[in-house]
């Protein structure tokens, strides 16, 4: 008796099914659309690609002008603390003030081996990267240590030649920090002045950029 009732209890739940509305599966419809799209894409990132190819082509560093003549001009490295540097116990707590706002220090001091200088020329100049190559031929003698800065020859034609992969490139912040105007430049410390050197040498050739 109980199984010929169950058809007939089961109807309002096979007419709440019938009445319900029906929905369109979009997946596939996203699906299709992605598929559509897939060749503007696939563009957009090759054009991307060759944008950022020829960024780094055209990498140069900053750029700087030839030496007029040589010289050797200092930068004070001395820095003006511009709030006070707290102290602190071993507890991790605040007990004091270790330096005071305005107190003065020169980094230099507190060095206790020398870094290696900086050589800052054009690769692409032909009279400097000679030049350069004496130079390095001198360091390496002496067993001094050295660090090659690249300002103004472009990443494509460093590849060419011979300073391709040793070199690094010069940056605003470096530029600025040692005030930096011409190539080639010699930057060292000079611990019996206390400070930082910049040495000019002049090579007398425009540039071939």
């Keep these: 008796m109980k ?6 209890l089961l109807l309002p739940i096979y007419a709440d099914f019938a009445s319900a509305p029906i929905y369109d599966i979009e997946e596939q419809y996203l699906l299709v659309d992605i598929e559509n799209k897939k060749p503007e894409v696939e563009k957009e990132i090759e054009r991307q690609k060759k944008v950022a190819i ?19 001009k200092y930068v004070d490295p001395t820095y003006v603390l511009q709030q006070d540097i707290p102290k602190y116990d071993r507890f991790g707590k605040k007990v004091g003030v270790l ?11 507190y060095l206790h081996a020398t870094p290696a200088d900086f050589i800052i020329f054009n690769p692409c100049n032909s009279a400097e990267a000679l030049k350069v190559t004496e130079i390095m031929s001198e360091y390496e003698k002496e067993s001094r240590d050295y660090m090659l800065v690249n300002s103004g020859c472009k990443n494509k034609d460093l590849k060419k030649n011979s300073f391709n992969g040793k070199v690094y490139f010069l940056t605003a912040e470096m530029k600025d920090k040692f005030k930096v105007e011409h190539t080639i430049s010699i930057i060292y410390v000079d611990k019996e002045k206390k400070r930082i050197a910049v040495k000019e040498i002049a090579t007398n050739e425009k540039t071939s950029n």
């Design 3 to 8: 199984l010929k009732l169950l058809p007939i």
């Design 54 to 72: 020829k960024k780094l082509d055209d990498l140069a560093g900053e750029k700087l002008t030839p030496a007029p003549a040589n010289r050797t």
């Design 99 to 109: 330096y005071k706002k305005g107190y003065k220090f020169n980094p230099i001091d």
